[in-house]
């Protein structure tokens, strides 16, 4: 700033200077006999000196030369040291400098207003540079006009060179002067620069999350994003998640910003156990994962030092103003996490009196207008101890995790520039590895990608290949008239595969060698629509016609218990993650959801009526989702058995799934369509078209690696597969005649997949090298061969 201010000066001066005849500017030399100034020598007194601060220390070092790519020599006349100051505004009339590193010396005087300016920028250990008033007229020579300013970063080469004889001052030429500096000079006037910084007693160190101090001694670090005003007020800035050193000018990291990048990284270390190389990136840095108060409110809260952490939330930290909270955040929210845990501790510990003054004086006041929260705490007050109050809570005391979940959860409301969400970059690697996951049009590998290489399947393993057809000895298949197969599944752990139909029986096949186990027998009419198998694999509960549902043992293939009580057929059913109940769905009004244990008890019997043709849980346990016949989808909360909302289709759904990660449900339809639609907003995320609908019941279905898929029947016989997130067919084949009525993607291995149809047949899908190991002949199962036996364990692996 200040070296703007002397140029501008110059200038000024300049246009005021003595003319002579004519209005011509005088020479350079009659402007000098004009102002009258001496000479000074080489033996000219201290006092000489003072009179004359256009005078450069002679003792400046020599990277400083290097470095401000011109030297400044030792001079006998004070015209050429105006000419060279001349010459070093004009280099950069538009570049404010950092100021001489701070002292270690902090009672050094600043000088005051009326002293000459400094021209800072010029070295860490030179001499200031002062320039009298007649030298400053000396600048307003026509050969010495000011320079355009210069782009941001580019010096140019000075006017003045030192003789390489160390003689006198030379005023080169025109082309000398636009001559650029070498590249070799420039690194090394950075390097050397850079060295002096890092050994400097007077480097700045870090002072906050994220924080650190100016520090001189890197070059060309002007103020990159064109602020204005000298670089001086910088010094020793307390900021949360911004950096004041001479590292964050660094460049970017490929785009990315340096301090989060290193902050980042230094979490990532300390979680990976290194924690030497994490502090000695911090301390090389100058960057640190959280800010002081961050890290002191963190300690209260592990410790218990409640009013210490409530002090440090709201404002008695370092800044003043509390800790710097994320968008949207709620302190008021904030304080009742904390004023909870303390009152639980209290009555853990069993200090009633306290645990119930903390009730009426702390959380009461910021609960008023939420009166239940306050009822369902003091509850709690009734409890008969330590054991019974943490079973009530859901709480697993002061000496457990409690406290480490409500930092967590605290965390999530403090501003990341202050304190980083936890293990960060292996979020980051996470969401990169989906990302790729996602974009893998044929992804058949459950191992999760390398982060040396980007991911890649190739088509070669992708399902597009009948591997076997699964069918009953011929003599019971001839014995009776063609059934057919409306729905498949595969056990949890993929080993067996049920299929039921138009039939009484429930089919259970052995997928690994491709033979038929067991016939599950006992419904009294033909037609068997849905059939579960329990989390573990050890029951089967088929629904049917015969308007009932029965509970089998699947090893020994017994029926343990039956629920025969509807009046309409039970349609559909589904396990809970427990294994000890499950639930139906059923076209009797009476009776559209029910809830059973595998007593055969009913548990629970939802009151909204309506004729439920299929259900779906979410794995979370949290929806419950109801199909209609009426082109309607009842969505509940499973867990307080509420419905939650009701969502119109254009047309009659035939099926539906909800995806592995609870967020979306599969909607198949009649208009040859199925959409994806996600469960919270509500919103249609992709459709998927091609297959043929019609009025017979069609499934669809998720599958392969990572849930990667969307496949379905179709009402032509033909099997559709698409890419789920964008929406893509990866492959379409005939599967059965006259239609493909369900599907199902194995469940352990990404490359297999199973259909059924109107033909009686269940087929087994898979990649073509698989599929070439097997003869021609055992490529039809009657329920007798070993096929695993002819494929080898290497096609299993």
Request: aromatic residues 6%.
């Amino acid at each position: 700033m200040l070296a703007v201010v002397a140029a501008t000066a110059c200038q000024q001066m300049h246009s005021n200077a003595p003319q002579g005849p004519a209005g011509a500017r005088l020479s350079l030399q009659q402007f000098t006999d004009q102002a009258n100034i001496r000479p000074l020598t080489s033996n000219s007194s201290i006092e000489q000196r003072e009179a004359a601060p256009g005078m450069v220390d002679s003792e400046a070092p020599q990277d400083l030369r290097l470095r401000e790519r011109q030297t400044i020599p030792r001079t006998k006349n004070a015209l050429a040291v105006a000419d060279q100051i001349s010459q070093i505004f004009s280099d950069q009339p538009a570049i404010p400098q950092l100021p001489d590193p701070p002292s270690s010396d902090t009672s050094r005087p600043v000088p005051s207003s009326s002293q000459q300016p400094v021209i800072s920028g010029v070295g860490p250990s030179s001499s200031n540079v002062r320039t009298a008033p007649q030298d400053i007229e000396r600048l307003s020579s026509p050969s010495h006009r000011l320079s355009p300013a210069q782009t941001l970063g580019r010096r140019q080469r000075s006017t003045f060179e030192e003789p390489e004889d160390g003689g006198g001052n030379a005023l080169a030429s025109e082309a000398d002067a636009s001559r650029p500096a070498t590249k070799r000079q420039r690194r090394d006037s950075m390097l050397t620069d850079h060295n002096n910084h890092a050994s400097s007693s007077h480097a700045s160190r870090p002072v906050t999350n994220g924080t650190h101090a100016v520090g001189n001694g890197f070059r060309d670090t002007a103020d990159s994003f064109g602020h204005s005003g000298t670089a001086a007020t910088m010094q020793n800035t307390t900021l949360n998640g911004s950096s004041n050193s001479a590292a964050g000018r660094l460049p970017d990291y490929f785009g990315h910003s340096r301090e989060e990048v290193t902050r980042i990284l230094i979490q990532a270390l300390d979680d990976l156990g290194y924690t030497e190389a994490a502090e000695k990136v911090a301390h090389e840095s100058g960057f640190s994962v959280e800010s002081g108060d961050v890290a002191a409110f963190r300690h209260a809260v592990l410790s218990g030092d409640w009013q210490r952490a409530e002090q440090l939330l709201c404002g008695s930290g370092s800044n003043g103003s509390g800790i710097v909270l994320a968008p949207g955040a709620d302190r008021t929210a904030m304080k009742f996490e904390l004023r909870q845990q303390k009152f639980l501790e209290h009555l853990e510990r069993g200090e009633k009196q306290k645990a119930l003054a903390v009730l009426r004086l702390e959380l009461t006041p910021i609960c008023h207008n939420r009166p239940q929260i306050i009822q369902a705490l003091s509850r709690y007050l009734m409890t008969s101890g330590p054991e019974d109050l943490r079973n009530k809570a859901n709480w697993d005391g002061a000496n457990g995790r409690s406290r480490h979940i409500l930092l967590s959860k605290l965390r999530e409301s403090i501003s990341p520039s202050s304190m980083l969400p936890e293990h960060r970059l292996a979020v980051l690697l996470d969401c990169v590895k989906q990302s790729q996951i996602d974009n893998c049009l044929y992804h058949t590998s459950n191992e999760q990608p390398s982060l040396y290489v980007d991911h890649f399947c190739d088509r070669s393993r992708f399902p597009t290949e009948v591997l076997v057809e699964l069918s009953k000895p011929a003599s019971e298949a001839t014995s009776r008239q063609a059934e057919e197969v409306w729905q498949i599944r595969f056990s949890p752990d993929g080993k067996r595969l049920a299929s039921c139909g138009t039939e009484k029986a429930i089919n259970i096949w052995d997928v690994e060698r491709f033979t038929l186990v067991t016939q599950l027998e006992g419904h009294a009419k033909a037609g068997i629509g849905d059939v579960a198998w329990s989390p573990d694999g050890k029951y089967l509960v088929s629904c049917g016609f015969d308007r009932s549902w029965k509970l089998w043992d699947t090893n020994t293939g017994e029926c343990l218990k039956v629920a025969d009580t509807f009046e309409e057929p039970v349609s559909s059913c589904v396990w809970t993650d427990d294994g000890q109940t499950f639930v139906t769905g059923s076209l009797d009004k009476a009776k559209p959801l029910c809830t059973w244990d595998i007593q055969g008890n009913c548990l629970h019997t939802w009151t909204k009526s309506h004729r439920t043709c299929d259900i779906a849980l979410s794995p979370d346990q949290h929806w419950l989702v109801a199909m209609t016949e009426q082109k309607q989808l009842h969505v509940y909360n499973f867990a307080t058995r509420s419905h939650v909302y009701e969502l119109s289709l254009t047309n009659r759904p035939t099926s539906i799934s909800i995806s592995a990660d609870s967020r979306h449900m599969l909607v198949n339809k009649t208009d040859h369509e199925a959409v994806l639609i996600d469960i919270e907003t509500r919103e249609t995320v992709q459709k998927y078209t091609g297959q043929k609908g019609g009025q017979y019941t069609i499934r669809s279905d998720f599958g392969g690696a990572n849930e990667n898929f969307v496949i379905c029947g179709s009402d032509d016989g033909h099997v559709f597969v698409w890419h789920k997130i964008t929406g893509t067919l990866v492959h379409e084949a005939e599967a059965h005649q006259p239609r493909c009525n369900a599907v199902a993607w194995h469940p352990t291995d990404p490359c297999m997949f199973a259909t059924c149809g109107d033909d009686n047949r269940v087929k087994i899908w898979s990649y073509k090298d698989r599929a070439k190991m097997l003869p021609g002949t055992s490529r039809q199962s009657n329920g007798v061969s070993d096929i695993r036996s002819l494929l080898g364990p290497e096609m299993w692996a």
